[in-house]
């Protein structure tokens, strides 16, 4: 496929290469992780999961959601917190009466790029739960959360791209136990109805965010 020589051109590919679509996609995963560990903290409260047949007859229940803005690392975000029927539940990673939820930052990146380890996943989990949560109930969290992730990097994605470009940022995440400075890369493709998209996200060997 010829691809049009204005697409090639330096204004046409400036305007594509910026920290705002790396932000924007940053600020977006945070937001799901959020909600998905809320669900599964739900699921840890009720002693089932979603749409499960455990939920018969239990005396509680799931009892829809409600919107509610947080502000995280990457600004103010609008999540879905679920609630039971009976009103016990009591949100850890957002807090009832709260505004801003736990530090989730090195757990998103280490749930989503490339190159973390699953021991370095769980350590992220235990330190925002701490003593809140036993090991088990932490357990269940992680396994949701990762479940998702994996699925987002085992989708499948277009054949064809008009163009592909990366970015880097530098954060902090979680290697063999220590945190340290790594950056993250981030494959950014525009496809054939002029949509972007987030490719993948990897860890860098070092800090620099050359490439």
Known sequence: MDIPKEFLSKEFLSQFKTGEDV??????LHTRVYEQMLEAEMDNHLGYEKHSNQGDHSGNSRNGSYRKQIQTEMGESVIQVPRDREGEF???VVPKHQSRGLSIERLVISLYAK???VADIESEMQEIYGINLSTSAI?????????????WQNRLLDSLYMIVWMDGIVFKVRENGKVINKTVYLCVGLNKEGLKEVLGMWIGKNE???F
Do not use: D, Y
């Open 115 to 117: 190159g973390m380890s």
């Open 139 to 151: 357990s269940i969290i992680t396994n949701k959360v990762r479940q998702a992730a994996t699925e």
């Open 208 to 210: 620099s965010a050359a």
């Open 23 to 28: 932000t924007a996609f940053m600020k977006e």
């Open 90 to 92: 009591e949100p850890i």
